[in-house]
């Protein structure tokens, strides 16, 4: 069986991930930009983070899948993945970046990445400027644990790299 690692990451998280599943297993990995020809492989493990509501690259990648490839989503992010209300909003995002006839065989998980506010893109900087203004607003009540953690982060480097989240993957992946 054919595998590939392919990753889509803006700031480095997802692409930390994926290297470091690339060291546990021997399966190759490359960035989804450089990749060519998806159609060899039997199976793609896609790492990629979440921007936006969207996973980076992956809409592009699995078109270019043929059928019958296992798919594999991992998703890197801010976002709680322990929070049923966020796992269920980021798989609905995978959904609609992955063509139908991938979804029967695709798994998805979900791991927590990082923010470093100083490498951030202006766009990006305004995105969570923005968002963290409309945070503060809420009422007290309103506001979830992760929220209040959003807001306490503001500006600041926070890292929830957990490579030993890698785990429940690479027994998946034993196919």
Do not use: C, W
Not at 21 to 27: H, P, R, W, Y
Not at 92 to 105: A, I, T, Y
């Amino acid at each position: 069986m054919e595998k590939l690692i392919v990753y889509g990451s803006q700031y480095g998280t997802a692409k930390q991930y994926a290297e470091r599943f690339s060291e546990m297993t021997g399966i190759p990995v490359r960035d989804y930009k450089g990749v060519k020809d998806l159609k060899p492989y039997d199976l793609i493990l896609y790492f990629g983070g979440l921007y936006a509501g969207n996973v980076k690259g992956l809409k592009y990648t699995a078109k270019a899948l043929r059928e019958g490839t296992k798919l594999i989503v991992v998703t890197v992010g801010l976002a709680d993945p322990q929070d049923e209300r966020n796992a269920e909003n980021i798989l609905n995002s995978v959904r609609k970046q992955v063509p139908e006839r991938l979804l029967p065989g695709m798994a998805v998980f979900h791991l927590r990445g990082g923010i470093d506010y100083k490498k951030l893109s202006m766009k990006h900087k305004a995105m969570m400027a923005f968002l963290i203004y409309h945070l503060k607003k809420l009422p007290e009540e309103k506001k979830t644990e992760e929220t209040k953690a959003m807001i306490e982060t503001y500006n600041s480097e926070v890292n929830f790299v957990d490579y030993h989240s890698l785990d429940q993957i690479a027994e998946v992946t034993q196919i």
